[in-house]
């Protein structure tokens, strides 16, 4: 497909406001939680309530029960399918993307699990107990380490949980349904059922081109640190499905988005005066490899305090994150606070009215 040209005063705000317009957050949103996860292609889940509100905010009407129902039915899983962090996604795309992330990702973690002491011998045995105890059934991660412990591995230091994420990694074990706000662990076939299988350059290909559909305007190099491929990989897929995306340039750097998307630069692009609500670890911040476009570099102390990885709730306006907000997820009845970056004078009365309305979507999502 053709670059799209002639297009006036290209800027950050509107290719934030082409990044909701992708994601769901503009428009009519996705018609059910499994829809909007497999839209997404995968979203960030390290935080259990944070996902919930990011998969309610793209599905109109929602609960928060909707979405744990989903993962309790196994309509959309929980794991580790790259860069060793929480995603959700299609439980049929586990699988394979898993081949494509996990030998790489051991790799990398090598020197961590020599220190931990973790031998292949012991990652056998480890497999072994686990699928004894889930056989048929589910455990909590207290029992499975538990049963580790039974079996002569250590659990201390990390190791636990290293091991399970080994496991996951090689396709055994899995996050099934919620207990409170814990997931149960299950075995991969007894929980996933159906899994395409895709070789790896066909998998890259498809991966990358689901991403741009879905995040799209975005960079190769977004995509190559978002999936944890390799940039040789990643641009050699980019040239196996350019011609089904459309390219736009912003500052000597090509951002790619699929042609529904840019379709929206021919009548301008909606959202300018729309304010949003997002969880902490959203995709439309987390989703990129440089976030400057949407978040001021100056404020993002402000999203990542002290730079320790937990990342607040945003407060998004015209494509852009203006500030941080405060209620604490899965507490019926919390007060919804805005903290915006500008202290002086705040969310415009407009901007605060919209706020009101997200504060009050939130409160419905969580039944309140």
């Known amino acids: 497909m053709a670059a799209v040209t ?12 082409l990044r909701l317009a992708a994601q769901g957050l503009l428009g009519p949103g996705f018609r059910s939680v499994p829809d909007a996860v497999r839209g997404m292609t995968a979203m960030q889940a390290q935080d259990l309530q944070a996902v919930l509100w990011a998969v309610g905010q793209r599905v109109p009407g929602s609960r928060a029960e909707d979405v744990r129902g989903a993962l309790d039915r196994a309509e959309i899983v929980r794991s580790w399918p790259m860069r060793g962090t929480l995603h959700v996604l299609a439980p049929e795309d586990l699988k394979w993307m898993l081949a494509i992330t996990s ?5 990398g973690l090598a020197r961590r699990h ?12 480890a497999a072994a107990t686990a699928l004894q105890l889930v056989s048929g059934g589910a455990a909590s991660r207290a029992e499975l380490f538990q049963a580790f412990e039974r079996a002569g591995q250590s659990t201390a230091g990390q190791r636990g949980i290293h091991l399970l994420g080994i496991l996951c990694q090689r396709g055994l074990l899995v996050q099934g349904p919620l ?7 299950v075995a991969f076939g007894d929980w996933i059922t159906e899994s395409r299988t895709l070789g790896r350059s ?5 991966w990358l081109l689901r991403y741009f559909r879905s995040h799209g305007p975005a960079t190769e190099r977004d995509f190559a640190w978002w999936a944890g491929i390799p940039l040789t990989e990643t641009r050699a897929a980019l040239a196996r499905v350019s011609d089904q995306l459309a390219e736009l340039e912003f500052e000597g750097t ?20 729309t304010v949003l609500a997002l969880p ?24 990542v305090p002290g730079g320790n990885g937990v990342f607040k709730k945003t407060i998004v ?14 507490r019926r009845g919390a007060g919804v606070v805005p903290e915006p970056f500008d202290p002086v004078n705040g969310l415009r009365p407009a901007a605060q009215k919209s706020f009101g309305l997200q504060a009050a979507k939130y409160r419905r999502f969580l039944g309140a």
């Open 6 to 17: 002639g297009i006036r005063r290209l800027g950050p705000g509107i290719i934030g406001r």
């Open 103 to 107: 030998d790489r990702l051991v790799q």
């Open 114 to 125: 020599r220190e931990l002491e973790i031998t292949a011998a012991d990652v056998d045995a």
């Open 179 to 185: 207990a409170g706000n814990q997931q149960l662990v």
């Open 202 to 206: 066909d998998g890259i290909a498809e």
């Open 254 to 273: 090509s951002y790619w988005l699929s042609a529904e998307t840019a379709a929206l630069l021919d009548d301008g692009v909606p959202g300018q005066r």
């Open 280 to 303: 902490g670890f959203d995709e439309f911040l987390l989703g990129y490899a440089d976030r400057s476009l949407v978040l001021p570099p100056e404020h993002a102390d402000k999203i």
């Open 317 to 330: 306006a015209g494509g852009g994150v203006i500030g941080t907000w405060a209620g604490p997820p899965g």
